[in-house]
């Protein structure tokens, strides 16, 4: 299930090759009882009109013919759901895929995406691809089945009229090319206008207040409109191309219906064509042009797979990370004492490290803060500890109590990024996401080791709460404390801890940092922080300034 | 349906060219119903005149039902290729219309309104419900209304031939346009709705998970939470599955009903055949017409879902369109005539629906060229200020003047003339550097903008952009980091040149170093006579002001006046 195989279109196809397979064979079969279907009819309608026959003589022919017309809709249907159930599975097993490999590359690897975005293409773009499956390529193989079944019936019953569908067919597709990729190329000069056209209104809405701050929300109105005409202009110019190609098919299939209708007339005039034929050719000429009308109509659908396939290919083209934190270490877990990084040089561009030749050494039961101006590689340093990022020179291990030094010892870390975050569930959910197994006493003593018993207690749910981005609301020091709290869960012998008093006010910011002070104890405590509230709490201050890390006991002056 | 009647009330304004869209839609599926119709007659009356020997093969008459045919097929393509011109045109154009006025009814409510809806899932939601809302004339109206017209035409053209045979046809109509979809469209409405649900719970919870990666990884979680995205998933698997298989029967059906109902024209015909009623060369064509008729309903079954969507999408833009804005704008403005002193006396205001008092006896005074220091926890109230003097929420007690002119008589456009604000979740504009500072003031001269950029010490970043000014930035700004961001903001206001600067947190996301500069520069590009009024966290910001005010439990308390 891991291999990712062939990650296109045409990979993603054959990943579900047996449900589209199947689909075809139940299309096709649906289309042999379609042409057996219109013979009987013909046959039917020639008789009553032209062999006397009353409609009481033609019981068996009717009774046949709703039978191959059950039988044809049921095919029909089966054929649907088919592709549909393929497409669906595929759809999911494509989101879970990619939602996987987002994970492998980790969050350092996606910093430069938005989330927007990345959701937009885990649950619509994927969803875009799915017509794609259900109509596009089924029609596109029907687009060969059923024209050629009706040819192969005409061929049988005219040969005049074998002429005209068979050269006029295969010019359809000539031509609705030739036109489709003018209206490409139309398309591709006016797609970033359309983008920022589109993208317009959207941008205006967000803005609404800074608008009215600027006291130019009545202007607002005028802007919107006139970007929707300039979008409705740009769009058209596309569309009048676009539109051709149907016009063309349109074309073709009633230029060939008329002609088929007037040949036969002539012939049958003359007493050269036999009616039931001629009847028979007219009714079958359409459905000889429906899977091409059909096949265009889901023109659509293929372009936005194709746009949809460039952001989901995006995504999967991202590198996964080499170190897997969430991968557990083999090392059995004697206690760590102590980090160190070791003449560490790392960064994002080879040509312009953050850290250079940088080291220092962060021990157990002595709470370091790591501080600095902001750019200084303070974020740089905490991915380097996380293994988030590998180092391009020097080393990063730690040692733990019998002396032995490890590389990996990142399953060990307990982090909390300056943004925790909360899914949508309880307060008991969410410290749980840390160990399914945790009974509440468990959570009770984790909450009151990070200071967050009282509140979540004075809570008329207590730990029943619900909380999220849909949730009730928390202060930003008691999500802070709620996530320290769900850390300890996991019994970390390294707390990391991003800015954890940033935006919060002096009192949550005393409240947090005792608490953290609190939690450190017996462990390697790591905090980066600005505020003096955080720093007091220090045993040791490491500062960054210039990609070098100066570090000393709890004596350098720092002011925020 | 009188979300729909609103919407066509939108369309009143376009009513002649969405006529016309409707007049061709109309005229392409009458083509081609005719070209069918007129090619069976052809077909049988030839083989008629055929068999009737030579005097009846002289007498008829090939030429003009061939001229007929070709008529009904050049008129079909013409019709179709201009129907989709002026429809998708009419269309777009009812979006942009639907915007613009959605535009003028949400901007009386911004700030409220988006503190309302947090998420932003919101307005990417009301971008696509406006959209949905043109795509009723596209994919509702005119396939409905052009199949209704059709359907009386093709019955009033079979009951010219056989009025049993056209009531036939008119039965197998109503059931296949009109109850089948409906059927159908009451079996999947709820499975529908909960999808809708389903991937709406599914996009917060993709948020979540992807915001907090990092977080879930090093609890050990990203197992639990990706699967969490999974059950979502499955659920509306399940729910898709339902629907797709009452849309595929309802197909059937459709096509059962069609061949049907054709079968009963031919009987009906064919017995007023027996009567003498009609010749026989009229079957083939009442048959093959019975088969066309039902071309038009064929979009049908994909507009009645599209109408329930319709429906839910205009029934969200008219609910937030007609949601009365939280301040009655004055019945009469009036203009500060000294926009330089603001002074709150005894002003309690409590947000809607909160409990607490936001502020609560608050006293303040404000004048002319104070360099205001706005400081307490968060929460308590500090950005209050700015929705108070804006008027984006109203105040329940006391009396609040701004240059002598009670703030009830004074709205925000007024305000924005003498006050500019650089917010906390500022707002910049996708396009170039250029085209924000324009939106921000759209009289200024480029020395102006180059100017407030120095101030807002982002001049060197631009000059060092290949492009300058039309640097462009990205949605929301992406391409400019944090702190680049907002002293943008502040060359915005900068650029204004008010008389009162309100800035929220003016440092935030910028190092001490950038922070110490952009505060200097600041103080000394604005004129003494400008007031200056800095909500802020940051002591160093807050020590550089003449003056600071600690917002606490609703009130304001003078907390020291700098030397």
Redo the contacts between chains.
């Keep these: 299930m891991d291999s990712p195989g062939n990650r296109t279109l045409m990979g993603f196809t054959r990943r579900i090759g047996l449900w589209l397979g199947a689909a075809v064979v139940l299309g096709g079969a649906a289309a042999v009882m379609l042409v057996l279907?219109l013979a009987v009819?013909a046959r039917?309608?020639?008789d009553?009109?032209?062999h006397g026959h009353?409609?009481s003589d033609a019981l068996a022919g009717?009774a046949m013919?709703?039978a191959l017309?059950?039988v044809?809709?049921?095919l029909?249907?089966a054929a649907?759901?088919v592709a549909?159930?393929g497409s669906?599975r595929l759809s999911?097993a494509i989101?879970?895929e990619l939602?996987?490999h987002?994970?492998h590359v980790?969050?350092v690897g996606?910093a430069g995406q938005?989330?927007?975005h990345?959701?937009t293409v885990?649950?619509d773009g994927i969803s875009a691809l799915e017509p794609y499956f259900t109509q596009y390529v089924p029609r596109a193989a029907m687009m060969v089945v059923l024209p050629l079944l009706v040819l192969g019936m005409v061929l049988h019953l005219d040969g005049w009229s074998f002429v005209i569908l068979a050269c006029t067919g295969p010019l359809i597709p000539v031509f609705m090319a030739l036109v489709g990729y003018r209206a490409q190329a139309v398309m591709d000069r006016q797609w970033r206008q359309l983008l920022?056209l589109g993208?317009?209104?959207?941008?205006?809405?967000?803005?609404?207040?800074?608008?009215?701050?600027?006291?130019?929300?009545?202007?607002?109105?005028?802007a919107?409109?006139g970007m929707?005409?300039e979008?409705?202009a740009t769009?058209?110019s596309v569309?009048?191309v676009a539109?051709?190609t149907?016009?063309v098919l349109?074309?073709f299939a009633?230029?060939s219906?008329?002609l088929?209708?007037?040949v036969?007339?002539?012939r049958?005039?003359?007493?050269t064509a036999?009616?039931q034929s001629?009847?028979l050719v007219?009714?079958l000429a359409?459905e000889y042009f429906m899977p091409l009308r059909a096949f265009s109509a889901s023109y659509h659908a293929r372009q936005n797979a194709t746009a949809a396939m460039a952001g989901i290919s995006q995504l999967f083209a991202l590198p996964a990370a080499t170190i897997r934190?969430?991968v557990r270490g083999s090392a059995a877990n004697v206690p760590l004492i102590s980090i160190s990084c070791e003449d560490v040089t790392a960064g994002y561009q080879a040509d312009a490290p953050v850290l250079l030749h940088a080291g220092c050494t962060f021990t157990r039961n002595a709470l370091t803060v790591v501080t600095g101006?902001?750019?200084?590689g303070k974020t740089t340093l905490i991915r380097l500890l996380?293994g988030?990022l590998p180092p391009m020179q020097g080393r990063v291990t730690a040692m733990d109590e019998s002396g032995v030094l490890h590389a990996c010892w990142q399953?060990r870390?307990?982090?909390?990024?300056q943004?925790?975050?909360?899914?949508?569930g309880t307060i008991a959910e969410n410290l749980r996401?840390?160990?399914?197994m945790a009974d509440l006493e468990a959570l009770r003593a984790v909450a009151a080791q990070a200071d967050a018993l009282s509140f979540i207690e004075a809570l008329p749910q207590g730990f029943d709460t619900v909380v999220?981005?849909?949730g009730a609301g928390l202060?930003?020091g008691q999500v802070q404390r709620l996530?320290l709290a769900?850390?300890l869960l996991?019994n970390p012998q390294v707390l990391i801890l991003d800015e954890p008093t940033a935006?919060?006010?002096?009192?949550?910011e005393q409240r947090v940092a005792a608490a953290i002070a609190h939690a450190a104890v017996g462990r390697i405590g790591i905090v980066v922080a600005h505020r003096p509230g955080m720093i007091a709490r220090a045993a040791r201050v490491v500062r960054l300034r210039d990609g070098q890390v100066f570090s000393g006991p709890h004596t350098v002056e720092h002011?925020? | 349906m009188s979300m729909l009647a609103r919407i066509i009330g939108h369309m009143r304004p376009l009513r002649r060219q969405m006529a016309l869209g409707l007049a061709l839609s109309v005229t392409a599926s009458l083509a081609s119903f005719g070209l069918l119709f007129l090619s069976g007659w052809l077909l049988a009356a030839a083989a008629v005149a055929g068999l009737g020997g030579i005097a009846a093969r002289n007498a008829f008459n090939l030429f003009l039902p061939a001229v007929g045919v070709r008529f009904f097929a050049t008129m079909r393509i013409l019709a179709r290729y201009l129907e989709r011109l002026v429809t998708h045109d009419a269309t777009l154009r009812l979006i942009g219309r639907v915007r613009a006025w959605s535009i003028s009814r949400l901007a009386p409510q911004a700030p409220a309104l988006l503190a309302r809806q947090r998420s932003g899932d919101m307005l990417f939601r009301f971008v696509s419900d406006t959209d949905r809302m043109g795509q009723f004339y596209l994919e509702v109206l005119v396939p409905v209304a052009s199949a209704a017209i059709c359907c009386v035409v093709f019955v009033a053209v079979m009951s010219a031939f056989s009025l049993s045979a056209a009531l036939v046809l008119a039965v197998g109509l109503v059931l296949c346009g009109g109850v089948l979809p409906g059927v159908a469209g009451a079996l999947s409405v709820h499975a529908m709705r909960r999808i809708s649900r389903q991937q709406d719970t599914m996009h917060a919870d993709l948020t979540e998970v992807l915001q907090g990666m990092g977080e879930f990884m090093f609890l050990g979680a990203g197992q639990a939470v990706q699967a969490r995205i999974a059950a979502r998933a499955a659920d509306i698997r399940t729910e898709r599955r339902r629907v797709a298989l009452i849309e595929g029967g309802a197909r059937s059906v459709m096509t059962v009903i069609t061949m049907t109902s054709a079968l009963g024209v031919l009987a009906m015909a064919d017995m007023a055949c027996r009567t003498g009623a009609l010749s026989a060369a009229c079957l083939p064509m009442l048959a093959l017409g019975g088969l066309a008729a039902f071309d038009v309903l064929a979009p049908l079954p994909a507009a009645w879902p599209l109408l329930g969507q319709v429906h839910m999408a205009a029934g969200r833009v008219f609910a937030l369109c007609d949601t009365p804005p939280s301040v009655v704008p004055p019945a009469l403005t009036r203009c500060p005539d000294d926009p330089s002193c603001l002074s709150l006396s005894d002003i309690g205001l409590r947000y809607p629906g909160a409990e607490r008092w936001a502020l609560r006896h608050a006293d303040l005074s404000v004048v002319r060229g104070e360099r205001v220091a706005l400081v307490g926890p968060s929460g308590a109230g500090k950005s209050t200020l700015v929705n108070l003097l804006f008027r984006f929420y109203d105040y329940q007690e006391g009396t609040a003047r701004f240059g002598g002119v009670d703030l009830k008589d004074v709205d925000a456009d007024i305000m924005a003339r003498h006050v500019g604000v650089v917010a906390q979740d500022f707002h910049l504009f996708q396009g170039s550097i250029r085209r924000n500072l324009t939106i921000a003031c759209p009289t200024a001269t480029e020395d102006a903008m180059w100017q407030a950029l120095r101030v807002a010490r982002l001049h060197a970043f631009v000059q060092a952009e290949p492009a300058g000014l039309d640097t462009l930035i990205g949605e929301g700004g992406v391409r400019l980091s944090g702190g680049q961001a907002r002293r943008l903001a502040v060359a915005q206001v900068v650029l204004r040149n008010p008389a009162w600067i309100i800035l929220d947190e003016p440092t935030e996301g910028l190092d001490a170093g950038t922070e110490h500069d952009l505060m200097t520069a600041l103080l000394s590009a604005l004129s003494p006579r400008t007031t200056l009024v800095c909500i802020t966290h940051n002591p160093a910001v807050a020590a550089r002001m003449d003056r600071v005010v600690r917002v606490e439990g609703g009130r304001f308390h003078e907390a020291g006046r700098a030397p």
């Design positions: 279907q009819l039917i309608v020639s009553l009109a032209f009353v409609v009717l013919l709703l017309l059950v044809r809709v049921l029909q249907w649907d759901m549909g159930e669906l999911t989101r879970s939602l996987r987002l994970f980790g969050p996606l938005a989330t927007g990345m959701v885990l649950g920022l993208s317009a209104f959207l941008d205006t809405l967000q803005g609404l207040t800074t608008l009215r701050l600027f006291g130019r929300a009545r202007d607002a109105v005028t919107v409109a929707a005409d979008y409705r769009t058209m569309m009048k539109f051709l149907s016009a349109e074309f009633s230029l219906i008329a088929v209708a007037v036969f007339g002539a049958l005039l003359d007493g036999d009616f001629a009847f007219l009714l359409p934190p969430d101006e902001s750019g200084v996380l988030l399953d870390i307990g982090w909390v990024p943004q925790p975050r909360l899914v949508h996401l840390a160990d399914p999220g981005e849909r202060s930003g996530a769900r850390v996991r935006n919060l006010d002096p009192q949550g002011a925020a």
